[in-house]
């Protein structure tokens, strides 16, 4: 993975928001980011449970088993309201992070030449 | 969305039956996945082999995956352990809280049965800690030797005489410094009104003796010593007072006894070796003299070298000289002290006193406190049974109890911070000055740590048996009906009994102490001082040499000094003398020797007191034959003495003394006549052993320092006024000291008496309450305990006279067996402080009998109410609460 460390931090805010929809599974975590995020970001199945555990142990999330549609056992995670605080405040500094580096790469003028004493 | 968690309850539990497998836990939830997604590919066409591997792939590194999740896992099972523990500490606190909270009346009791003992303690605590445990501010302290002569025949601890002082030095090889000091006063002027100050006159190596540097410039030299040179190292007291601090203060001048001498050096603050000085000066070279004792001699112990060792050192240095010269040397002896013994000895049995005491309050607090957390047991009951039936464990149980117990050390520990304070405050305003260092005391970090660790311990120990006791309950004690006690059961239970003979025990003790030093104070009181102290006023002037250095210079200041004096208005009578009763400023010591008419050897030793005419009148001394010191005993006229009626006795046994002729030396022999025997006079304290003495003529013996004695019916302040500007009249530069009406001087003779009795009361009230409220309790609770076997009793037909009667007649052997313990615990232990009583038996027979009797009537009151209250039960009333 070339760009790991990003990722990570990035991981924890994608799982937040993800759950913000409302208590999941892992799997519909995987098959909601696939769906909404396509292509853009490959993520490997099994980097999301670490992830989820350490999220379950900063108390942003909560667990417990439940019943699938399908009448299946499957592991549910649900947003905590600390994890919708954390959400909130990650979200607006991804906001101001991206608009910043969207005004850097945006750029029309060049450096100010430094003004000469002549 | 079925299934998912609705809030933190749920949560919990699930985690309670299933979290302890976390790994189980992760494997089923990767296993779910993985099926998940191969279904998702099946239904795009592949075959379920194809599937299953390509969902694992998609997995990653699956081991990995493992491993992270467990780890994650494992610190947040930590993390939930952690907040389960401390939960569990502020859910027992808060219980703890509560129940004491729904207490009030029982929390109150307890929190101050427990907060006086450690109070007391600990402020106690607080002053021995700063008097005795802090190191003394002389980095040499550990070698610092005091050394004494002592003196023939007994005599006690003497001060030096000057020409053995240098053959010490010469010869001990212990010492790698030797001082010696001078310690008077002297007069300064040009700083303001002319003022007595501490001044002592020491040797050079002082400052290296005791390690201390001067905080400015130097300690004079050994050559500023030989040469008697005009120069003065100041106190920083006077540093401070006279020249406000002033860093340029060497080789300003100060004039001391009307000579300048050049400042050279100022010490810190608490710079004091073997007394306090406002001013050091250069004591002058060492005289011959071996018979004149006035010098204090401290000295550095050479590294290595021990106490033990210099002392039989000084013992063979001490023989060789009586051997040497027997006239003087022969009979005295040596005694080498450690600074810290000296500094701070006389101090130790003082405080050990206090601290015992409050110890004593402190032990029958916490055996009280003991007691009410027994008696509360039966409140408790059904609330533990209870929850043991509900699975707490005994071990659960108890660690509630005991932190209960914390809280309630915790508001004690509190409570007795401020009680240590106000008693520290107390002490301080009322001590009469007699203990060293009481200026470092304070309620510090030492004293607090104290206080809290005292409470926590005593709140422990106390709770502890209640706490075993209660956790002994089984669940099923519930159902076998707790609360009805079976009758007599626990109201005689001997752990409560054992605590409250104990506890009156300790207070007889205490009180058996006090009433001991109220009888010393009595008999004091009692004392016939044998010289008049009411109307009566003093003071104390000081002459320089330098200004009256002539017989005659000094006769007509104090001639001139006695009617400038009488002319006041209001003052009757005046006289003066080198030393009056109870004087505290270091007067001419006991040094005259009266021989036999024909000059055979000395037979007696005895304080010579210089007197003016007038002396007897204005002090109210009887005469009890012949006549007093009058105007007739000029420096022409024969020398005339006036013997104490006890010295006359003794010196002339059978014989009439009046008219005799003795021998007198001051300087040199000089024949006199005995003109008149006066009453014995207490003039060192109503309590001390007294030297018979006489009295000469202060017109016949030149003495420069003089105490005046004034009879007025006038307020202390009106005359002093009055005092102040007579003298200035005289001699402007001449400062008046020592002013006080010779009331005041008794009663400061008598303060230490009277705040060592006023504390132990104190602490023997307390004791004794704090025994009969113990009784009181104990009584109430097994009257309540036992209401309806009373009560069956009254409805049977009982006599109500006749419970009472049984309860107070308990409460009654409670208090005999208490009262017995105290007194044969009295007898052992009263001897420790007979030193400090004064015409008191430590085993005086009288007050042992009126402590025990008072005692037993406060037990008998005490027991009474519980009793009174039994009596009253109404039988139905009981019954039907059954």
Known sequence: MADRRFLMGTLDVLLLKTLSWGPMHGFAIALWLEQTAGQALQIEDGSLYPALHRLERKGWVTSSWGTTENNRRAKYYELTPAGERRLAQETSEWARFAEAVGTVLGATRGPVPAAAGS | ?882
């Open chain 2, 1 to 882: 969305m079925n299934g998912a968690g609705e809030g933190e309850p749920r949560w919990r539990r699930y985690l309670r039956f299933h979290g302890r497998d976390a790994a189980a836990d992760t494997e089923a939830e990767l296993a779910f996945h993985i099926a998940e997604r191969a279904r998702l590919y099946e239904a795009r066409g592949m075959t379920p082999e194809e599937a299953h591997r390509t969902a694992v792939d998609r997995m990653g590194d699956l081991d990995l995956v493992r491993r992270e999740c467990a780890r994650e896992d494992r610190s947040a099972e930590a993390r939930r352990q952690r907040r389960e523990r401390a939960s569990t500490l502020t859910q027992d606190l808060r219980i703890g809280w509560r129940s004491l909270a729904r207490r009030p009346g029982f929390a109150t009791i307890a929190v101050l049965t427990l907060a006086l003992g450690v109070g007391a303690t600990a402020g106690i605590f607080g002053i021995v800690d700063a008097v005795l445990l802090r190191p003394l501010p002389y980095p040499t302290e550990d070698r610092v030797a005091v050394v004494w002569e002592l003196g023939p025949e007994d005599a006690g601890r003497w001060t030096a005489a000057p020409g053995k002082i240098a053959d010490w030095r010469r010869q001990a090889g212990s010492f790698a410094a030797l001082a010696h000091l001078w310690p008077s006063s002297v007069t300064l002027t040009g700083t303001g009104e002319p003022e007595r100050i501490p001044g002592v006159y020491a040797s050079s190596e002082l400052a290296t003796v005791f390690g201390v540097s001067p905080l400015l410039g130097r300690w004079f030299s050994a050559e500023e010593v030989e040469g008697e040179s005009r120069v003065a190292v100041l106190g920083h007291d006077l540093w401070v007072r006279a020249f406000a601090g002033d860093g340029e203060v060497l080789g300003r001048g100060i004039v001391v006894d009307g000579t300048r001498h050049d400042i050279v050096g100022v010490m810190p603050a608490d710079f004091a070796p073997l007394g306090d000085a406002d001013v050091w000066l250069p004591v002058g070279p060492l005289a011959d003299a071996r018979g004149a004792h006035y010098l204090r001699v401290a000295g550095l112990l050479e590294a290595g070298v021990t106490f033990e060792a210099a002392q039989g050192e000084m013992e063979l240095i001490v023989e060789r000289g009586a051997a040497a010269y027997p006239d003087t040397d022969a009979g005295y002896g040596i005694e080498i002290v450690p600074l810290r013994e000296e500094e701070l000895g006389d101090a130790r049995p003082v405080l050990r006193l206090w601290l015992g005491a409050v110890v004593f309050v402190l032990l029958i607090g916490a055996a009280n406190l003991a007691n009410l957390l027994l008696a509360r047991i039966s409140t408790r009951m059904p609330e533990i049974a209870l929850r043991r039936s509900l699975g707490a464990s005994r071990l659960r149980v108890v660690r509630q109890l005991l932190t209960e117990n914390l809280v309630l050390a915790a508001v004690a520990g509190v409570v007795a911070i401020g009680l240590a304070l106000a008693l520290q405050r107390v002490i301080l305003s009322l001590q009469p000055g007699t203990l060293p260092r009481l200026d470092d005391v304070a309620v510090d970090g030492r004293v607090v740590l104290v206080a809290m660790g005292l409470a926590v311990a005593g709140a422990l120990v106390a709770g502890l048996l209640p706490a075993l006791r209660l956790s002994r309950l089984s669940g099923s004690a519930l159902v076998d009906g707790i609360g009805r006690r079976t009758a007599g059961g626990i109201g005689r239970d001997r752990l409560m009994t054992g605590l409250i003979v104990g506890e009156i025990g300790i207070a007889v003790v205490l009180t058996v102490g006090a009433a001991l030093f109220i009888q010393t104070l009595r008999e004091l009181n009692a004392v016939d001082p044998g010289f008049a102290t009411e109307g009566r006023v003093a003071f104390r002037v000081s002459l320089p040499q330098s200004r009256y250095g002539t017989d005659e210079q000094v006769w007509s200041f104090y001639r001139d000094l006695r009617e400038e004096l009488q002319s006041i208005p209001g003052v009757d009578a005046v006289a003066a003398s080198n030393g009056i009763p109870l004087e505290a400023v270091p007067w001419f010591q006991a040094s005259g020797i009266v021989a036999g008419p024909d000059g055979e050897p000395p037979s007696m030793s005895a304080p010579f007191r210089i007197v003016t005419p007038g002396y007897f009148d204005a002090l109210g001394i009887s005469i009890l034959e012949g006549r007093p010191i009058d105007e007739s005993d000029r420096a022409e006229a024969p020398m005339a003495v006036v013997v104490e009626r006890r010295l006359a006795e003794s010196f002339f046994p059978g014989g009439d003394a009046l008219g005799e002729r003795v021998r007198i030396s001051y300087g040199d022999l000089i024949d006199a006549r005995v003109v008149g025997i006066a009453a014995d006079v207490r003039q060192y304290g109503l309590g001390s052993a007294e030297t018979p003495g006489l009295y000469v003529a202060s017109n016949q013996v030149r003495w420069s320092s003089h105490t005046f004695v004034l009879r007025t019916s006038q307020p202390l302040d009106v005359v002093a006024s009055a005092i102040r500007e007579r003298v200035d009249r005289l001699d402007a530069d001449l400062p008046v000291y020592g002013l006080a009406t010779i009331e005041d001087r008794l009663a400061t003779s008598l303060g230490e008496q009277r705040f060592r009795m006023t504390l132990l009361s104190t602490f023997a009230g307390l004791a004794l309450l704090l025994g009969v409220v113990g009784v009181y309790g104990v009584l109430s609770y097994a009257v309540t305990q036992r209401s309806r076997e009373i009560g069956i009793r009254l409805a049977l037909g009982a006599n109500p006279g006749r419970v009472v009667g049984s309860i107070v007649r308990w409460g009654a052997l409670l208090g005999a067996a208490g009262i017995a313990i105290g007194l044969a615990a009295s007898y052992g232990m009263t001897t420790l402080v007979e030193d400090l009583l004064f015409e008191v038996g430590a085993r005086d027979p009288v007050i042992f009998i009126v402590v025990g009797v008072s005692t037993a009537l406060a037990v008998v009151a005490a027991s009474w109410l519980p009793a009174r209250r039994a009596a009253l039960v109404d039988p139905t009333e009981t019954l039907r609460r059954e």
